[in-house]
């Protein structure tokens, strides 16, 4: 099939004109002006010996299998959210049980929730939902559990050897979760007015958990003006 007339008079007319634009350029390189001179980095104190012990326990793995819980076919969508929770709170009495224990009220809250799930207001676990975060081709569970003082607790349970395993668990003051493909993000308030922490939490196949693979503080709006110091008036002679 041809091009119709006006395609062809369309073309002529493009091929005219990228002739004539030609006609005054030698096709010479012409310079994109000077170059910024390149600065590597530069180690500071290189006379300090390495750290012999780590700083920080921040790469630790988390991960505990679920007791009295079983995974059907292998597949975690079978497997009740609330049923996981039960499980967490008997296998850490200390923390939940007592007059005493941190999150005795998120216990005492368990009545509020329904049969499979979360059912009333003062239930603390949240809904469920379902990706695969391990890259295994099969969904993971992420639960989120409410705990006294506006903490959020954010759980990830993974099926390994047809048994339900917890590879991540952290609480805090939270302004919003996200799954973003494999990768959950966690929001949280910071004392600087105008910026927040956003915590990137991802699979590594070597610890077979999620890891805190980035932790940043982001500029998130109008931080307020700087307060203006006046200067010291000198004192005169």
Same mark, same amino acid.
């Given at each position: 099939? %041809? ?18 634009? /030609?006609? /005054? ?5 012409? $310079? ?12 500071? *104190?290189? &006379? ?9 326990? =921040? ?25 996981? %929770? ?9 923390? =939940? ?6 999150y005795a009220p998120t216990r005492e809250r368990l009545a509020d ?37 506006? &903490? ?13 395993? &917890? ?22 308030? $910071?004392?600087?007015? /105008? =910026?927040?922490?956003?915590?990137? *939490?991802?699979?590594?196949?070597? &610890? ?21 110091? $006046? ?7």
């Amino acid at each position: 099939m %041809f091009p119709s007339r006006h395609v062809r008079a369309a073309l002529g007319l493009a091929t005219t004109a990228l002739l004539v634009a /030609g006609c /005054g350029d030698a096709g010479a390189l012409r $310079s994109a002006g000077p170059t910024a001179t390149a600065v590597g980095p530069v180690r500071l *104190w290189p &006379q300090l010996a390495p750290a012999s012990t780590p700083a920080l326990d =921040y790469g630790v793995a988390d991960t505990e299998t679920v007791r009295g819980v079983t995974v059907a076919g292998d597949d975690v969508h079978r497997v009740p959210p609330l049923d996981v %929770f039960r499980a967490e709170v008997a296998a850490h009495p200390d923390t =939940y049980s007592g007059p005493n224990a941190l999150y005795a009220p998120t216990r005492e809250r368990l009545a509020d929730c329904g049969k499979k799930g979360t059912a009333g207001r003062r239930c603390p676990l949240l809904d469920a939902y379902y990706r695969d975060l391990t890259g295994d081709g099969r969904d993971d569970m992420v639960l989120g559990i409410r705990f006294p003082g506006d &903490q959020l607790a954010v759980r990830v349970y993974t099926v390994e050897h047809h048994r339900l395993v &917890q590879v991540m668990g952290t609480s805090d003051s939270v302004i919003s979760v996200e799954l973003a493909g494999r990768d959950v993000l966690i929001r949280s308030p $910071s004392t600087l007015p /105008g =910026y927040e922490f956003r915590t990137v *939490w991802t699979w590594d196949a070597h &610890q077979h958990a999620m890891l805190a693979s980035r932790d940043e503080i982001l500029r998130t709006g109008t931080a307020p003006p700087r307060r203006r110091v $006046s200067p010291v008036p000198s004192k005169s002679a």
